[in-house]
């Protein structure tokens, strides 16, 4: 009966994972998947969270259902933290949200709305990026293309290449967008960006897609958001997807959400009510008790302060890791440019090194990148950093020509 199924090629993230996981060697180093460790090369347990933990269990509920939407006091933060306190979408009731399984099954899930809903929209996607970002939308039988996005040469945005792409794409195309910490490269839209990029949106009628899984990551919790909150301030309807793993260190919770802002309240009504349709054709209703946790301490003023400033300090320490990794290479190969290491933010980095080259650091010094060349700075700690910036000095010596 089952002959004929194919072997699975795996996953250029996960399955990567895995083979970390089965490395025995001590020195074995992770740079690829988007985990943050702490300076003990530890994935931390933040302080809130454990006292939210504790809150809810010094209280036990029943381990009823949750409703298909998700929990009511989990959905309301959500869109406090994305969109802000004064958001007049937020105020006038326009904002349809599902709580959802993490940021994947969030974007899964407009994916198979859009494609009931605006079937004739194909999405463009940023080149490159995250792997899974076309798998999760080609799922739901859309087409997906790509817009230019990075420039390699430069290790920045290549941000009027990709507005004349935008400008010419047919009307109520879906353009998928991150506000801060690029994934896969780092590499963000500067502020004074936005509104020409609002603008052709506007114009063009295009409708944005913003994948957010880094908030407080690059500049804050506020600034992160930024692109998201002016795009709504502007009058635009937009889908906005966002994950907790990262920034609440919550990675097998999944905790994420799904946003549309709408018209008016009555159309985000329907349109909440078509959310929660799909939710019932895949999993009924989301797992609860992450976003209990993050319910409670988004509800909580001082829970939601010491988790910022832990948020704050795991953004400092992925700041300093690069500066550190950034001054290892100028003194070990001072004609290689690492500039890009501080300049770009969040958790990931693309070094231009080449698949070969991944290959090696993997081979012979068990540090493990993706093999576009992502690094996640996340995965750099004060024991490690040396040996890394002297395995990838030592790629890059062997090449013998810097690649800025
Ligand atoms: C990553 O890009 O490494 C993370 O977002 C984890 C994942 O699921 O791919």
């Not at 390699?152 to 990709?162: E, H, I, L, P």
């Amino acid at each position: 009966m089952f002959k004929h199924v194919d072997a699975y090629p795996g996953d250029p993230i996960l399955s990567l994972m895995e083979a970390f996981i089965g490395d025995q060697r001590p020195q074995k180093t992770n740079l690829g998947i988007g985990l943050y460790y702490d300076d003990a090369g530890k994935i931390p347990v933040l302080a809130a969270v454990t006292k939210a933990s504790a809150m809810l269990q010094a209280a036990p509920k029943p381990h009823s259902y949750l409703p298909m939407e998700g929990e009511a006091a989990y959905r309301a933060a959500v869109q406090e933290v994305i969109f802000g306190k004064d958001s007049e979408a937020v105020k006038s009731a326009r904002v349809a949200t599902i709580q959802s399984v993490g940021g994947s099954a969030s974007i899964h899930i407009a994916a198979r709305f859009i494609k009931a809903y605006l079937p004739q929209s194909a999405v463009w996607v940023s080149n490159p990026t995250w792997d899974n970002h076309r798998v999760l939308l080609e799922s739901a039988d859309l087409t997906v293309n790509t817009y230019p996005y990075f420039d390699a040469a430069k290790s920045r945005v290549d941000f009027d290449a990709m507005i004349s792409t935008l400008d010419r794409l047919p009307k109520h195309s879906i353009v998928l967008l991150q506000p801060s910490c690029h994934n896969p490269t780092g590499a963000d839209l500067t502020p004074d960006q936005f509104p020409v990029l609002i603008d052709t949106l506007k114009r063009r009628q295009l409708l944005p897609f913003v994948d957010m899984a880094y908030q407080g990551f690059g500049d804050g919790l506020d600034e992160d958001a930024a692109l998201i909150r002016q795009m709504s301030d502007a009058g635009l309807h937009v889908i906005v997807t966002n994950s907790f793993s990262k920034n609440f260190s919550l990675y097998g919770e999944r905790v994420g959400a799904l946003s549309i802002v709408c018209e008016d309240g009555e159309t985000a009504f329907r349109v909440l009510g078509q959310l929660k349709a799909i939710v019932r054709k895949i999993y009924s209703s989301p797992p609860a008790f992450g976003a209990k946790l993050v319910s409670t301490i988004l509800a909580d003023a001082q829970l939601s302060e010491q988790w910022q400033t832990e948020l704050q300090s795991m953004r400092q320490r992925m700041k300093d890791m690069r500066g550190k990794l950034r001054a290892a290479l100028e003194v070990l190969v001072p004609d290689f440019d690492a500039a890009y290491l501080t300049d770009q933010r969040g958790m990931f980095s693309y070094t231009g090194l080449t698949e070969h080259e991944v290959n090696t650091l993997r081979e012979r010094n068990g540090i493990y990148l993706i093999r576009s060349g992502r690094i996640c700075v996340a995965g750099l700690n004060r024991d490690n950093v040396g040996y890394v910036g002297e395995a990838i000095a030592d790629v890059l010596k062997r090449r013998g020509v810097t690649f800025h």
